[in-house]
């Protein structure tokens, strides 16, 4: 990838200053160690703004004003808050698992930010491109999962171990009728590796998966409505694997305190906290990647039009960014107005009515691709 | 809808040794009723169909202090006298309502507990004890409920002295 | 061979987000099913009925306000109306009409915030906010007229303290005509919201037999299908010259009686108390609020049980005089603490999530329960 060639050309030209034949090897293996932790500035960017917009927009839909004393409209707050999380005195309970409890903070930002790794910011850059990239996507989260159980059993404490049960039986239901809509799109498209998913959809809106994916034939009509309930399947499922509103029952504030992250204090809880909004965007990245075209812009390009060939990466990483924070925002404005689920009626809802619905549709969405 | 003359009446034919009198104080009248018959009193004034007590709206401990005022240690204790419960009755079927008395001697208080008949009694009841050391005979549950289980005393008792300690912290500030 | 499984307890203690106040409720948990709840009361009692024992009757209006103290004017009331029964005192009629006026405010007051942390605890927040918003102009009302927006003495017995503000009348007017369309806000909201009417639909059904004979009283009565208000069946002040209907619950979305029944009462509740703040409005009369207080209170010997209808059912108050200027007994008939009784068998076999759904619609408040 472009952004990847012109990281390798940087680390040659910096070697150039020690040595006089730079080694191969160690260019590679530091573009790769750049080129992982650029998604990190991502995130950590996203982060400081998703905390000050969930409060803003809450507060908004509110009827109040929400953080404003922080910096002008409150835009330190996270700042502030990341502050104070990072001076706090690090608890832990004699009682507490200690391997497992410092562990699991770790695992749940790593399964989050893994996540990263195959999505595709724009043309010229994408973590890793693998040829697995839907799947490994699906594994990852598996990550999320083990990191918060780790978390409810060595807090010690039957709430946090409730909520840790919960949030393990949620996540694990849910990832069924996702695997089921990301397997009806491979059927369509032949392929699992986002970028060539998101390079498939090029042209204007009308060659999104969601109006039933690129060139013009009569299948392309007929998928459209199947293409429609598996966007709002894999929308909903992937709401309930972050563990929001209204599947929030692991952290659910009233009920269970605060779940499995209770007894987590300063910066370890900033983990848990960071990873949660890091995995609202990747699983938004995902969602507008599979069926809203990615990085693709729905009107073409300005670059394109001026013939300015460089200036379409960056377009496309804003249009990516655009459709990720549209997502977010969406998943912002159903917490706030839902109340949450009940357990039982949330496994109800997963086995009872999206897997069948979405094996339905997979089922359909196949005989048009044969026929 | 019956007055409180009709309901005494009625009770008076049928407990004759349960049901005592019917005080015309200001200004609810109250029967008094004898403290180990009043659960069976009780069942008579839920279940029959002209009075069908179905609801009972309050029950309160009161202490009459109606004993000698001695000096015991240097405290002012009360020996002797009465510990009363009134009950508050009241029918949502016939509009009607009467006030129950009964009264136990100071020493050793029990009352039968119509718990079983009202449910509402239980916590009542458990408040009565609680705080005035009144025991319900049969009472599923009896024990402390407003105050910390181990606590000494019964407060609401006109002879009552805080403490001087309670697990190691001093009571009068 | 069977697998040995042990009930577990739980507490949800006395420090905890949604038992609104210090209540500790022991649960005896299978899995996530409920075998026995205790209430353990008892954090808040503050010795109010042996404290009357030492103050003058008009000393103890001031400390009435604080048993329910989001209704406090319902608890003055009740005293004024049992101290003037005692006296046999007959009052100013634009006396009884302010009383009535001010019930009422607070009856909207003391629900607003019953319905919004209902619907925190089931999870939306939004309504919480609303319902705290509306709140506010209801307690500016309270505070032009005695200068206290949460506990007034106000209402003392024989009278009132001060007469109403000049801007009163006026004001409230207002509020009722901005009041009623937010109730149709929070039912569009919450009340016909599919996920809340899951939550709460069908659990903790309150059979009317039990209720009667548990004592219950107040919303929670109503909400069984039972029209019975002390308003209309044993009225005190002038409840009489009012058209004003009593809403019950008619299982339109689970049973009679159930957790969504019993909200659905208060929110009606609130609509009829619109109704008659504003005919006191229009009929409130001329006169001199404390022309009838008498200077000194000193009542025959003689006791007398009078009650009101607060907001969260039955209050009572058993007086007993003993010819002396201070009450002999003072025993209150919180509906709170009778109402709380009646958990163990609303909560059985129902799940954890459903217990907070079921305390949030008997609606006690610690002050009541524990004097």
């Known amino acids: 990838m472009i952004i990847y060639d012109l990281l390798i050309k940087f680390v040659n030209w910096l070697q150039s200053f020690f040595v006089q034949n730079p080694s191969v090897l160690l260019s590679d293996v530091l573009a790769m160690i750049i080129s992982a932790a650029l998604p990190l500035i991502f995130v950590l960017t996203f982060v400081l703004w998703a905390v000050l917009a969930e409060r803003k927009v809450s507060a908004w839909m509110q009827d109040r004003v929400g953080p404003n004393r922080t910096g002008p409209h409150g835009i330190l707050q996270t700042v502030a808050d990341l502050v104070k999380l990072l001076q706090k005195e690090d608890i832990v309970a004699s009682e507490n698992d200690k391997p497992l409890f410092n562990l699991a903070p770790v695992l749940v930002f790593s399964g989050a930010y893994m996540a990263f790794a195959i999505i595709p910011f724009s043309f010229a850059y994408i973590g890793s491109n693998i040829d697995l990239g839907l799947i490994f996507f699906v594994a990852a989260s598996g990550f999320v999962t083990a990191g918060i159980l780790m978390a409810g059993w060595a807090s010690n404490n039957k709430y946090s171990l409730l909520g840790a049960m919960r949030s393990a039986a949620q996540i694990i239901s849910y990832e069924i009728p996702t695997l089921l809509v990301l397997v009806t799109i491979i059927m369509i498209t032949g392929t699992t590796n986002l970028r060539t998913l998101s390079e498939m959809q090029t042209g204007f809106f009308w060659n999104w998966m969601i109006f039933g994916g690129p060139g013009l034939s009569a299948a392309k009509f007929l998928f459209i409505p199947f293409m429609f309930i598996g966007f709002i399947i894999l929308y909903i499922s992937t709401l309930a694997e972050v563990n929001r509103t209204p599947f929030d029952i692991p952290e659910a504030e009233s009920e269970l305190v605060s779940g499995f992250h209770t007894e987590y204090s300063g910066m370890k809880f900033a983990m848990f906290f960071l990873s949660e909004y890091a995995n609202m965007f990747a699983v938004s990245a995902l969602v507008s990647a599979v069926f809203l075209g990615g990085y693709q812009s729905p009107f073409g390009y300005i670059g394109n039009l001026l013939h300015i060939t460089w200036l379409v990466p960056i377009e496309q990483f804003f249009w990516f960014a655009f459709k990720g924070i549209f997502f977010v925002l969406v998943q912002m404005w159903l917490r706030w107005t839902l109340p949450r689920l009940r357990v039982d009626q949330l496994m109800a809802l997963c086995w009872k009515y999206l897997i069948p619905i979405a094996f339905v549709n997979l089922i359909i969405v196949g005989l048009i691709t044969v026929l | 809808m019956k007055s409180a003359e009709e309901i005494f009446n009625l009770l008076k034919e049928k407990y004759n040794d349960g049901v005592k009198e019917l005080v015309k104080q200001p200004i609810d009248a109250y029967i008094t009723c004898d403290p180990l018959l009043i659960n069976v009193i009780s069942l008579f004034l839920m279940t029959h169909e002209d009075l069908l007590f179905d609801n009972l709206m309050i029950l309160s401990g009161v202490d009459d202090a109606n004993g000698k005022t001695v000096l015991v240690d240097g405290l002012k204790t009360i020996e002797g006298g009465t510990l009363s419960v009134y009950y508050h009755l009241e029918s949502t079927k016939l509009r009607h309502k009467i006030v129950l008395r009964v009264s136990a001697p100071r020493e050793n208080p029990e009352v039968e507990s119509v718990s079983l008949i009202w449910h509402s009694a239980d916590w009542h009841e458990r408040e009565a004890f609680d705080l005035f050391g009144i025991k319900f005979l049969n009472h599923p549950d009896l024990r402390r409920i407003l105050m910390p289980d181990d606590w000494e005393g019964h407060p609401l008792r006109k002879d009552y002295a805080n403490p001087e300690f309670y697990l190691g912290i001093k009571v009068p500030y | ?371």
């Open chain 3, 1 to 371: 061979m069977a697998i040995k499984t042990e009930e577990m307890v739980l507490n949800m203690g006395p420090q905890h987000p949604s038992t609104h106040g210090v209540l500790r409720l022991e649960l005896v948990l299978e899995g996530e099913i409920i075998q026995k709840v205790t209430p353990h009361i008892g954090y808040l009692h503050r010795c109010f009925e042996k404290h009357c024992e030492a103050m003058t009757y008009p000393q103890i209006v001031p400390y009435t306000d604080r048993m329910d103290y989001l209704a406090a004017m319902g608890n003055e009331f009740g005293y004024a109306v049992a101290v003037e029964k005692l006296l046999g005192l007959e009052l100013p009629p634009r006396v009884e009409y302010i009383r009535v006026i001010m019930a009422e405010l607070q009856r909207i007051a003391s629900h607003l915030v019953a319905i919004g942390t209902y619907g925190a605890d089931i999870g939306a927040m939004t309504p919480f906010l609303f319902a705290f918003r509306d709140r506010e102009v209801v307690l500016n009302l309270f505070e032009i007229t005695c200068g206290a927006r949460m506990l007034y003495n106000y209402i003392w017995p024989g009278g009132l303290s001060h007469d109403l503000h000049p801007d009163f009348v006026r004001l409230a007017r207002e509020f009722c005509v901005y009041f009623k369309p937010k109730i149709v806000e929070m039912n569009n909201l919450l009340s016909t919201n599919r996920i809340f009417i899951e939550r709460t639909a069908n659990v903790g059904v309150l059979p009317l037999e039990t209720a009667i004979n548990y004592g219950i009283t107040g919303p929670m009565l109503r909400g069984s299908g039972f029209k019975w208000d002390i308003r209309k069946d044993d009225p005190y002040s002038v409840y009489d010259k009012f058209d004003f209907d009593i809403p019950v619950g008619t299982g339109k979305h689970g049973t009679v009686g159930d957790c969504w029944d019993r909200y659905d009462v208060r929110i009606r509740e609130m609509e009829e108390s619109v109704k008659i703040i504003e005919q006191a409005l229009d009929q409130l009369p001329e006169g001199n609020v404390t022309s009838a207080i008498p200077k000194r209170i000193k009542p025959v010997v003689g006791s007398v049980y009078a009650r009101v209808e607060n907001p969260r059912g039955e209050l009572g108050y058993f007086i007993m005089s003993n010819g002396t200027t201070s009450p002999y007994r003072i025993k209150v008939r919180g509906p709170s603490f009778v109402n709380l009784g009646i958990m163990d068998v609303l909560c059985k076999n129902h799940m954890v999530a459903d217990v907070i759904a079921i305390l949030g619609s008997v609606d006690i408040v610690l002050g009541e329960v524990d004097r």
